[in-house]
């Protein structure tokens, strides 16, 4: 017995140092505790290569990347981190999240919003969307839109909200539910003609989105998420995904296998997995726990 109990409380010590240990801020920076990443881009960039590294907004960015994504679900709460950057023009990062409840496969925004451009989107088969995220940095600030897209709510969204971001880096929420951290000093990963698996993982600044699980109607996953970055007023997409696309593919909002119904909508009808997938929350410390009492139980039967 006295075993199992020392057993049980080595396991439970392990957990606990393992959820304090996981903690991540939302500051736009890559944490070493999102692991691997889960998807790459090494599509070359169709907005431009930022190379804006002086002057009155140093770092802001001056073009537009997609470079890799990363995720976790802790502390109650899905954690998203697109590395990349936005251009400081109000070019646009959407984030889009299938939760597991009834959601669109066809983006149908009923209310006011940028995102209303992206209407007629066509997500991979199986990604029912029930949560989007718009964010986009206008030189000083980022500008923020959140909806509501799970059955049967009424699919109202729209502007939230701003906060600052002096050059091209700052925290807030905007509004929204989720917290909201952005860095948009990067310089590296793909270029407007050349990408690399390599580049793109070595690059470690971004945007950092922590949304509640009570905004995902509590579900425990796992999640699928779809990120692009998108025009002014969401108006024509550019051809960088989370996941990426095949190398070599154009701007969206210009047509092409992608492009949906207008410049700012995509299709994926026809594209199985055009999404990421962040597991679902804590599964090792849940394992820990679960086999401690096991062991403490089988101890128990054997005394």
Known sequence: MRKAIYALAAASALTISMSARAAITIDGSLDSDYGSALTTNV??????????????????????????????VQGGNLNIFLAGNAENNGNRWNIFVADGRA?????NLSSGGSMNAMNGSTFSPGFLATYALDLNDYQGAAYCEEYTLAAPATLNGGYTGSFAVPSGIGTGTGGTTATLGLNNSNTGGVTG??????????????LEVS??????????????????????GDGY???????????????????????????????????????????APEPASMGLILGATALLASRRRSA
């Open 237 to 279: 997409l550019s051809n960088q995904f989370l996941p990426g696309l095949p190398s070599g593919t154009g701007n969206v909002g210009g047509g092409g296998a992608f492009s949906g119904a207008s410049g700012g909508a995509f299709n994926f009808a026809n594209t199985a997995g055009e999404y990421f997938v962040v597991a």
């Open 193 to 206: 003609s050349t990408g690399s698996t390599a580049a793109s993982l070595a690059v470690t600044t971004g």
């Open 43 to 72: 599509n070359p960039t169709g907005f431009g290569d930022s190379n804006y590294t002086a002057g009155p907004d140093t770092p802001d960015a001056n073009g537009s990347e997609t470079d890799a994504a990363y995720g976790v």
């Open 211 to 232: 949304i509640p699980l009570s905004s995902l109607g509590n579900s425990t996953g796992p999640f699928l998420v779809l990120a692009d970055i998108n025009g002014g």
């Open 103 to 107: 959601g669109q496969s066809v983006l």
